[in-house]
């Protein structure tokens, strides 16, 4: 009869940063399974030491900043301009984005008071922008946003409380570029995060009708097209084309790790590792 490891090692052999088929071995009684966890163990312990070492040596930044200022580069290098909203905003906001009591994503704001909560995504911020920006600017218009958005999650290993998005949008191109043109910003972002495999797959979304997912693996992005349902509220007529993508979940696929805490806001870990090691 053979054994596995315990589930205590499994999790610790997770949160330093193991998965796959090195957690699934099997061993012919405890002895050479807890040696061959103490083998592992200290192999990634190692490993970890060495990065957290390296970070203080080169001041080297933590991926997940990295790849925002690298990010940042790309779209501003591409024409976008950098705009910076508000991470309170009003019910009102989200009651224009269709996001009322009974909408799933309502039970996922943290509110801080009746008519305030914390932003769970930015494109109510891009539509108010945009709607003053048409009175100010030549088409085509093109912003972005990147900072935290925050939704109570329930579930684990993909999904935090508080991530970062980074959504961009590109107003008054014709209809018939729209797609066209999502692909080319799609394959900008995944370029610059260094994920060369991924598919757009079209799916319904509970708040702009269908989506278009970025998915690697792991739904990375979602995107959508106006003109739109939501548009006319907020006085937008013009066909566009918009991104919202998760750099944790960027980060996380590019760096090849399995959980999304590794790459996220913690005391637990810096630049993916586990800091009691
Ligand atoms: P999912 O279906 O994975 O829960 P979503 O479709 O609800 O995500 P969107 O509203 O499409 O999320 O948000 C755009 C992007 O923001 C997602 O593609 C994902 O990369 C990221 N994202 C959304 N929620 C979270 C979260 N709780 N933690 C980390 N990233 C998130
Ligand atoms: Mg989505």
Known sequence: MSIPFSV????????????????????????ERDSAFRRI???????????????????LRPVLCELESCLVETLTNAGFVQVVTPLIIARDMLTKMSITPD??????????????????????SLYALLRRLV????????????????????RGAQHA???TMLNLVELGLSEKEREARLETLVGLVMEASGIKNYHLKTKPSEVYGDTIDVVSDVEVGSAAMG?????????IFDPW???GFGLERLA???????????????LEYLDGVRLNI
Not at 103 to 124: D, G, S, Y
Not at 228 to 235: N, T
Not at 255 to 262: L, P, S
């Open 161 to 163: 409380n508080e991530f």
């Open 41 to 59: 163990e200290k192999m990634a312990t190692r490993k970890g030491r060495m990065r957290i070492a390296e970070l203080q040596e080169t001041r």
């Open 8 to 31: 205590v090692q499994k999790q610790r052999l997770r949160e330093i940063g193991l998965s796959g088929e090195i957690l699934d071995q099997e061993f012919k009684d405890s002895r």
């Open 241 to 243: 084309v918009g991104v």
């Open 252 to 266: 996380m696929v590019s760096e090849g790790f399995q959980n999304i805490q590794r790459v996220g806001r913690s």
């Open 135 to 154: 009175r100010l600017w030549k088409k085509p218009i093109q912003i972005f946003e990147v900072g935290p958005c925050f939704r109570k999650e329930s």
């Open 227 to 235: 003109p739109h349902r939501l548009d006319a509220p907020w006085g």
């Open 103 to 124: 909408h799933p994503l309502n039970k996922q704001v943290f509110w801080i008071e009746k008519n305030r909560c914390l932003r769970p995504m930015l494109a109510p």
